[in-house]
């Protein structure tokens, strides 16, 4: 589903560009790819569930899941890992402003095994207490297909080391502001029965990006970031093959690492 909507977002901006009497809107354009890793805040995550249950999971802990190592065991399976790409088009002539459609393939991972609070019904029976989350015999949660954050951003970038004769960057300082949507494939577990959900648009994020763009060639980049935001699941799926109709609303803020290689293009 996110090939479509970045598809559909492509072609409308294609369409502003070309529509413009007085030249084109955008001065040219980037293209990104690269690798992140996360931190998360703890979230209360709410489960109305298709057999009546309706409880909530206070303060739980989760943890990012990277796997670089794919890479390296199938070297054809870039997009296994955390990925990110990017495609930015130049607002002006000096390349200092642009707009981009920038999507994160995070994995949010709700840790096995420790100790929660949980409050609410299950079974028909009302809870307020402790309990360890067992997949076998409770449940696990993770969005692994992944938590997928599409937004668009405004992007400013300064030249901070320009080259000898100064006809070009060599380092830019870089910051982005932007919010988007969610389109999760959420991974359910319940009481040892598991399904890799469909992809589903599930809610909205929000985020601000820092950080430096190197140029060793005059239009190859490097891009190091530090993001940040906060990510809210409205609607998440979080079926079994028996258990149809649940849904998951959780809210949780995050810090990214972003490592990516780009390329200029010019109009």
């Known amino acids: 589903m996110q090939k479509i909507l970045l598809t559909l977002l492509l072609l409308n901006i294609a369409v502003l560009a070309n529509a413009q009497n007085k030249g084109p809107l955008f001065k040219g ?15 209360n995550v709410h489960f109305k569930m298709g057999n009546g249950n309706k409880f909530t999971l206070h303060h739980v802990k989760a943890h990012d899941k990277p796997d670089m190592d794919a890479i390296l065991k199938e070297p054809g399976q870039i997009s296994i890992p955390q990925y990110n790409y990017r495609f930015g088009f130049y607002l002006n002539k000096s390349r200092t402003r642009a707009i981009e459609i ?28 402790d309990s360890i989350l067992n997949p076998a015999t409770f449940l696990h949660l993770e969005h692994t297909d992944g938590g997928n954050l599409l937004h668009i951003n405004y992007v400013e970038q300064k030249t901070l080391v320009s080259n000898r004769d100064k006809s070009r960057p060599l380092v830019n300082f870089i910051w982005k502001a932007g919010a988007g949507i969610n389109i999760p494939r959420t991974d359910f577990t319940w009481r040892g029965e598991r399904l890799n959900n469909n992809f589903h648009i599930a809610g909205y994020n929000l985020s601000a990006e820092a950080g430096a763009r190197y140029y060793p060639l005059k239009r190859l980049f490097i891009e190091g970031t530090a993001k940040s935001g906060y990510v809210h699941y409205i609607n998440a799926l979080a079926n079994t093959a028996s258990l149809k109709g649940s849904r998951v609303h959780q809210g949780f803020g995050y810090f990214e690492l972003i490592g990516l290689i780009g390329y200029d293009i010019n109009f």
């Open 102 to 129: 920038n999507f994160d393939h995070i994995k949010y991972v709700v840790t096995d095994f420790q100790k929660a609070r949980v409050t609410g019904q299950i079974d028909g029976v009302q809870v307020n207490g």
């Open 29 to 43: 354009m980037y293209i990104q790819w690269g690798y992140n890793t996360e931190w998360y805040t703890k979230s």
